[in-house]
C-alpha cells in the first residue's frame, strides 16, 4: 500500500525568508504523481505544485519549487520569498498515474509566517 | 458552474439522525470523488464515481455512509444513524475524467459537519 509521511506538523517562517516542508512517500509503482496542495481557513484544497515521477526535472511554480528524489521517495517543497498569504495547511499527497482525483494525503504541515 | 459547490457549508445534527450531503462538480468533469477530513486523522478517500457509477467504493468507513451520482452530475453523501465520529470536515473534487494524464482535481470548500 502506499503512503505518504510528512514529519513537520508545523513550521514557522519570517515574511521574504525561505522555507522548506518534508515529504516522504512509499510506493511499487512506477507511475505515478505527487503533489503539495495548501488549505487556507476556507478549507478548499488548491493545488500548488504537481511532479510526474518520470520527470527527473524538479516542477516549479513561481515562488513554489520542489525537490524530488525519487530513490530517497523524497518530496520537499520549498517557499521562497515567503508571504503572509503563504500561511495554511500544506499537505502533500500521491496518486498512481490516470487517477490524479484519487489522492493519498499525508497529515499536513501547518505553515506559520511572521512579519 | 466555475467551481466544485458543496452544501451546506456546515451541517449540526443531532446523533442517530440521517444526513445528506451534495456535491456540484465543475461543469464537463466526469470524475468525482469524496474524501473525509477528520481532525488528527488527515484526509481519507472515501468513494469516487466515474459517471454515475463507483468503481471504488473501497473507503466508505461503514454502511452507514452511501453515495449517488445522477446525471453524470451532481452527487449526494448520505450518512445514516450518525454518530459523533461521524463529525469531519467533507469534501469535493472533481476533474475531468479518471484515466486522463496532466488533468487536476479541483476542490470544493467542504462541508463541516457537527454530531451532537
Known amino acids: 500500500a502506499q503512503t505518504v509521511t510528512q514529519s513537520q506538523p508545523e513550521m514557522s517562517v519570517q515574511e521574504a525568508e525561505t522555507v522548506t516542508l518534508s515529504c516522504t512517500y512509499d510506493t511499487s509503482e512506477s507511475d505515478y504523481y505527487l503533489f503539495w496542495y495548501k488549505q487556507p481557513p476556507s478549507r478548499q484544497m488548491i493545488l500548488v505544485i504537481r511532479?510526474?515521477?518520470?520527470?527527473?526535472q524538479n516542477a516549479t511554480e513561481n515562488r513554489f519549487s520542489v525537490n524530488f528524489q525519487k530513490a530517497a521517495k523524497s518530496f520537499s517543497l520549498k517557499i521562497s520569498d515567503s508571504q503572509l498569504g503563504d500561511a495554511a495547511m500544506y499537505f502533500c499527497a500521491y496518486s498512481r498515474g490516470g487517477s490524479q482525483g484519487n489522492l493519498i494525503f499525508g497529515k499536513g504541515t501547518k505553515l506559520s509566517v511572521k512579519p | 458552474g466555475a467551481g466544485v459547490s458543496q452544501s451546506p457549508s456546515n451541517k449540526v445534527t443531532e446523533k442517530g439522525k440521517d444526513v445528506e450531503l451534495r456535491c456540484d462538480p465543475i461543469s464537463g468533469h466526469t470524475a468525482l470523488y469524496w474524501y473525509r477530513q477528520s481532525l488528527g486523522q488527515g484526509l481519507e478517500f472515501l468513494i469516487y464515481?466515474?459517471?454515475?457509477?463507483?468503481?471504488?467504493k473501497s473507503g466508505l468507513p461503514s454502511d452507514r455512509f452511501s453515495a449517488e451520482r445522477t446525471g453524470g452530475s451532481v452527487s449526494t453523501l448520505t450518512i445514516q444513524r450518525t454518530q459523533q465520529e461521524d463529525s469531519a470536515v467533507y469534501l469535493c473534487?472533481?476533474?475531468?475524467?479518471?484515466?486522463?494524464?496532466?488533468?487536476?482535481?479541483?476542490f470544493g470548500q467542504g462541508t463541516r459537519l457537527t454530531v451532537v
Open positions: 473534487a472533481s476533474s475531468l475524467r479518471q484515466g486522463a494524464r496532466n488533468t487536476e482535481a479541483f
Open positions: 511532479q510526474e515521477a518520470y520527470k527527473q
Open positions: 464515481f466515474q459517471g454515475n457509477s463507483a468503481p471504488d
